[in-house]
């Protein structure tokens, strides 16, 4: 996907290749949202998550719980 975003006939087009098709009314929505989660992405992709541990790291259960409501 470009920079300049998906048009509506390339969100459709590539809906048909996924096997989705679209009716022609939302077209526009769908290219809309795709460029939303893209420019979501976008950021994501910028963060730099350093020493963060995998989630697979994860041990449920463990530790100690310290919340007060």
Same mark, same amino acid.
């Given at each position: 996907? #470009? #920079?300049a975003g *998906? $048009? /509506?006939p390339e969100a459709a087009r590539w809906a048909a290749r996924a096997? *989705? /098709?679209l009716p022609e009314d939302r077209h526009t929505a769908v +290219? +809309? $949202?795709a460029d939303h989660?893209? #420019?979501v992405v976008t950021? *994501?992709?910028e963060l730099d998550?350093?020493?963060t541990p995998p989630a697979? +790291? *994860?041990r449920v259960g463990e530790g100690t719980h310290d919340a007060a409501v």
């Amino acid at each position: 996907m #470009s #920079s300049a975003g *998906l $048009t /509506p006939p390339e969100a459709a087009r590539w809906a048909a290749r996924a096997g *989705l /098709p679209l009716p022609e009314d939302r077209h526009t929505a769908v +290219a +809309a $949202t795709a460029d939303h989660i893209h #420019s979501v992405v976008t950021v *994501l992709r910028e963060l730099d998550f350093g020493d963060t541990p995998p989630a697979g +790291a *994860l041990r449920v259960g463990e530790g100690t719980h310290d919340a007060a409501v």
